[in-house]
């Protein structure tokens, strides 16, 4: 946080007037007292310091009310200090994107990918906490910086999600300038959703069809699924999600049943 007189301390109610001179030199000064109250609020909640920008307040023109509305936002070193304050962060994955059949840990294309996932690791969880971002729903057409360098900025979104949804408590609300570059999208297109890889499991142990355990496939490829460990629910032993889903469509194609006595291989499934 910032020193001497900018320091924004827990106890106080309002900002001070030396803070409130900074911050207009940050560009808020025609911020309602409303707006400024909640930013402070948000300042002390999280521990971040305002005029380090790693919190800060952005004002957009509503059309709809013909007025400038303000949000609150912070950088991607802002959701990561808090995540460390916890004392529960563990680190990340290392970025990973989409390019439509399969993800990349390096994204050398020309074009921009068409999702980005991060993985955060909380203490008392066995699997990091995978979030993804797609490409339709955070890219700006009007930002330079989306044009330059599209991959970095997709992971940034995939970033924050995940950190978000390791630390809901303490970033609820709190968003990237990143992942605001779409704000004033009218209506953002619909996706299919990245199952988790327990999702996954599930589908493969209920599955009836090959048709189905092909999509099981597709889904845990497409999620990046495919070398998780999981459990074998047919024995007891670990495995891959790669390596449970032929053994399911095997089990589904010569099922095992008892007859009198004796297990016998039965009539398999149709596709």
């Given at each position: 946080?910032s020193d001497g007189a900018?320091?924004?301390?827990?106890?106080?109610?309002?900002?001070?007037?030396?803070?409130?001179?900074?911050?207009?030199?940050?560009?808020?000064?025609?911020?309602?007292?409303?707006?400024?109250?909640?930013?402070?609020?948000?300042?002390?909640?999280?521990?971040?310091?305002?005029f380090s920008r790693q919190?800060?307040?952005?004002?957009?023109?509503?059309?709809?009310?013909?007025?400038?509305?303000?949000?609150?936002?912070?950088?991607?070193?802002?959701?990561?200090?808090?995540?460390?304050?916890?004392?529960?962060?563990?680190?990340?994955?290392?970025?990973?994107?989409?390019?439509?059949?399969?993800?990349?840990?390096?994204?050398?294309?020309?074009?921009?990918p068409i999702a980005a996932?991060?993985?955060?690791?909380?203490?008392?969880?066995?699997?990091?906490?995978?979030?993804?971002?797609?490409?339709?729903?955070?890219?700006?057409?009007?930002?330079?910086?989306?044009?330059?360098?599209?991959?970095?900025?997709?992971?940034?979104?995939?970033?924050?999600?995940?950190?978000?949804?390791?630390?809901?408590?303490?970033?609820?609300?709190?968003?990237?300038?990143?992942?605001?570059?779409?704000?004033?999208?009218?209506?953002?297109?619909?996706?299919?959703?990245?199952?988790?890889?327990?999702?996954?499991?599930?589908?493969?142990?209920?599955?009836?069809?090959?048709?189905?355990?092909?999509?099981?496939?597709?889904?845990?490829?497409?999620?990046?699924?495919?070398?998780?460990?999981?459990?074998?629910?047919?024995?007891?032993?670990?495995?891959?999600?790669?390596?449970?889903?032929?053994?399911?469509?095997?089990?589904?194609?010569?099922?095992?049943?008892?007859?009198?006595?004796?297990?016998?291989?039965?009539?398999?499934?149709?596709?």
């Open positions: 946080m900018l320091a924004v301390r827990q106890d106080q109610s309002n900002w001070t007037p030396d803070q409130l001179a900074a911050l207009r030199q940050l560009g808020v000064e025609k911020a309602t007292s409303g707006d400024l109250s909640l930013f402070l609020s948000y300042a002390q909640r999280t521990g971040l310091d305002p919190i800060y307040m952005i004002g957009r023109w509503d059309n709809r009310n013909k007025a400038t509305k303000w949000t609150i936002q912070a950088s991607i070193d802002g959701l990561r200090i808090v995540a460390q304050r916890s004392g529960e962060y563990e680190g990340q994955t290392e970025a990973q994107w989409y390019d439509g059949e399969r993800w990349h840990e390096v994204w050398t294309a020309p074009g921009a996932k991060v993985g955060g690791y909380r203490k008392g969880f066995r699997e990091p906490l995978y979030a993804t971002a797609l490409w339709t729903e955070y890219a700006s057409d009007t930002s330079p910086m989306w044009k330059k360098m599209p991959a970095l900025m997709l992971a940034k979104c995939a970033e924050a999600l995940a950190l978000r949804r390791a630390f809901p408590n303490d970033l609820s609300g709190l968003y990237t300038a990143e992942e605001m570059a779409q704000a004033d999208k009218q209506q953002p297109v619909q996706h299919e959703p990245f199952l988790t890889a327990e999702e996954v499991l599930l589908s493969v142990q209920v599955a009836e069809t090959e048709d189905e355990l092909r999509d099981c496939w597709r889904q845990a490829n497409r999620g990046g699924h495919l070398g998780v460990e999981v459990q074998n629910p047919w024995a007891d032993e670990m495995t891959t999600l790669g390596a449970l889903i032929p053994l399911a469509r095997e089990r589904l194609l010569h099922p095992l049943v008892e007859v009198e006595g004796e297990i016998v291989e039965g009539e398999g499934a149709s596709a």
